[in-house]
């Protein structure tokens, strides 16, 4: 716990001179909860590796008369074997700025030079020890974004198809995976946008990072500088402390956005600017942080509802479509609509613990037939409940509630009469789903319809199926 006044928790200082540890240690104590001297680094090394530090000083000699800094260098690459993300500063008596150079070529943070000034040494410390809290605060926000981005377990669906069109896709994901350029991944709800940019991750060069996702059209407007660029402490009343953004928590990695175009258009020259220069800067601060991302983005939009500079910019998606991949509604592709139904009856099965029952071929040509508007997501649903409520050694069409299904978005209903069906979790549903389809599935505009907020629509649409 770091005490009131003391920004930092743990400082080691490794040095064979009793006075040097005495002196480090009177000097920063008030920085550090902790000031740990050790004269030996076997000794330091125990410590370092189950507490860990906020910064290490280590000395570069420890034999009588070496100067070359051997032994420094042994050390230093012990304690970052520990920890790879320990800030080393290398403290210096002998050979100058080649030794510092090469030290800091060798993973140390910075260094110091013997005999020090006390305010350049706290300086220096000070801007380590930040550096490790930067460190740690990406490593979490990661480990966050990676958690809200992976599939439910169980949940994860491969890419399936052999359709002509499928096959398109399969042929551009195979020749633009393993390129650095950006992708504009086009499709409506429930297609499998954000398998495809999973895939193209995977065959990335960068498959071996993380892969953060931002769902744009879940973001508050509010929020969004925050929640993409970060914020540092009292930038604002709730911020009580620093937060990486998640555009800083992808670095290395790919970036995600999905549901780019609900992105209101009075925000998106703050992405564009990111992208452009690849830098963030958090809400609050005056330095800009270098971000090294591979952009992938997704939208329900149809290419001439972008193509619209009412609704996006040009010069966004210019940046982001260097390579476009269209994902075709299911509709458009029934030959792929038995593979998929055999995949999640059977994925299904296994999770619930239910037996595989055959699907009769009258079955699937219903299935087939049918135009399911709310493509793979829909099916997926739809195969759950069938394996859950089935009665029959056989499936039935009735099993997967096809006419309790939304209807084909091409058969738009018309608003119930007055003396019509009354009901107002049905007449809730038609309202939302006849906005959607006015809109063609534009989050942002479709709640301007209703009156709601995106968030309140969002939950509407889960709430019914939609």
């Not at 299904?348 to 055959?358: I, N």
């Not at 209703?450 to 649409?461: E, K, N, Q, V």
């Amino acid at each position: 716990m770091v005490r009131e006044g003391k920004p930092f928790a743990r400082c080691v200082v490794i040095d064979d001179d009793p006075d040097i540890l005495l002196s480090a240690r009177l000097l920063l104590r008030d920085l550090f909860h902790e000031v740990a001297t050790f004269q030996s680094p076997e000794e330091a090394l125990p410590s370092i590796d189950g507490e860990g530090a906020d910064a290490i000083l280590l000395d570069a000699n420890f034999g009588r008369g070496a100067t070359n800094a051997a032994e420094g260098f042994h050390w230093l690459g012990e304690i970052l074997k520990k920890d790879p993300q320990a800030v080393v500063v290398m403290i210096t008596a002998h050979g100058g700025v080649n030794i510092a150079v090469e030290a800091m070529k060798r993973g140390a943070t910075d260094f110091v030079s013997k005999p020090w000034a006390n305010e350049r040494l706290l300086a220096t410390v000070r801007t380590a020890a930040s550096l490790r809290s930067s460190r740690q605060a990406v490593a979490r926000e990661r480990k966050r974004a990676v958690a809200i981005a992976a599939p439910a377990a169980g949940a994860e669906t491969p890419l399936l198809g052999h359709s002509g069109a499928m096959r398109r896709v399969f042929s551009l994901i195979e020749r633009a995976g393993p390129t650095e350029a950006n992708v504009l991944i086009l499709g409506e709800n429930g297609t499998g946008k954000e398998l495809v940019a999973r895939e193209l991750h995977r065959r990335s060069r960068r498959a071996d990072n993380v892969m953060v996702s931002v769902d744009l059209g879940a973001v508050a407007e509010n929020l969004f500088e925050s929640e993409l660029f970060g914020h540092v402490k009292g930038a604002f009343t709730d911020a009580r402390g620093d937060r990486v953004g998640r555009l800083q928590a992808a670095d290395g990695g790919t970036l995600f956005l999905d549901e780019v175009g609900n992105l209101p258009l009075h925000l998106q020259p703050k992405l564009l600017t990111a992208l452009e220069q690849r830098q963030v800067v958090p809400v609050g601060a005056n330095r800009p942080v270098p971000i090294d991302v591979r952009v992938i983005a997704a939208t329900n939009l149809p290419p001439e509802r972008l193509a619209d500079e009412g609704l996006f910019r040009p010069d966004l998606l210019f940046r982001l479509n260097t390579v476009e991949i269209e994902l075709p509604p299911l509709r458009e592709r029934r030959e792929d609509v038995p593979a998929l139904i055999e995949h999640y009856v059977a994925l299904f099965s296994r999770k619930y613990g239910k037996p595989v029952r055959l699907l009769p071929p009258d079955v699937m040509a219903a299935l087939q037939a049918y135009d399911w508007p709310g493509n793979v997501r829909a099916l997926r649903h739809a195969a759950e409940r069938a394996v859950i409520l089935a009665a029959d050694e056989v499936f039935t069409v009735e099993d997967f509630s096809l006419s309790r299904s939304p209807a084909p978005r091409a058969a738009v209903a018309a608003p119930p009469a007055l003396g019509a069906d009354l009901n107002l979790e049905r007449a809730e549903k038609q309202m939302v789903e006849q906005a959607l389809k006015k809109h063609a599935y534009n989050i942002s505009l479709a709640a301007a319809e209703l009156g709601l907020t995106r968030a309140s629509l969002y939950r509407r649409m889960d709430k019914h199926g939609l």
